[in-house]
């Protein structure tokens, strides 16, 4: 972990974002059930209120999803936790893609726990904000594109996990198609109020599709804004 800068006062313990705040979010994770050490050390130490507008910083540790800008949101830190935690649960994939950067947070959790991460978002002011993050915090594995993320990022596959950060009608054929064999996919599938997070991994007999539970996401859109 790179540690925090000191100039920031927030990172020496005082205020809505501090370390203390976000020790307490790392315990209310727990509460809910995130079992992995790996994560919960990630997401203790990652500045979540780096991620988000100033004026809401106060609200950064909340279990909350909160507005990023061009009607997207940042998840919520229970949904990073738990996707984050079902795609290196079998196995720690070395090479991640995940779809839909927005405000990079959920980019910057995976960065710290794999080898490296290729992210795709279609909105290209969150795509400058999200890359502004990673250099601010030194992360150097990621590796981040404007596109439309459906058509996956065919020029760097396969990848050993993949994550959709978005909810789509169904799974994208295309993703599948990029997935290693043995790999791992995590994605939200269903229209507004129906979603479901669907795992897909390799079982015995092939790829087997888990339901993860009833999570809210944004719509997975065509093209690029
Ligand atoms: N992982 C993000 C979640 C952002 S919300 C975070 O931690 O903040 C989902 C994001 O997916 C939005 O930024 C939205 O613009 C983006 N998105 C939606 N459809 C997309 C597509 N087809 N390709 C790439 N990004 C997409």
Known sequence: MTPLSSRDPASRGLGMTSQRTRDR???????????????LEVMRQLPRHL????ALASRA???????????????????????????IEHKLPRRVLEIGTGSGY?????????????TVERIEELLRNARRRFR????????SRHDDGRLGWPEEAPFDAIIVTAAGA???????????????????VGPAGQQELLRVRAGEDGRISERLGAVSFVPLLGGTG
């Open 25 to 39: 979010m790392v315990a209310g994770l727990a509460e809910a059930g995130i079992r992995d050490p790996r994560v």
């Open 51 to 54: 991620f988000i507008d100033e």
């Open 61 to 87: 540790y909340e279990n909350t999803a909160l507005p990023i800008g061009q009607g997207q949101t940042i998840s919520q830190p229970y949904i990073v936790a738990r996707m984050s935690e079902a795609l």
């Open 106 to 118: 959920q980019c910057a959790v995976l960065a710290r726990l794999v080898e490296q991460v290729y």
């Open 136 to 143: 601010k915090l030194g992360l150097g594995n990621i590796r």
């Open 170 to 188: 169904a799974l994208e054929p295309e993703l599948l198609a990029q997935l290693a064999p043995d790999g791992c996919l995590v994605a939200p």
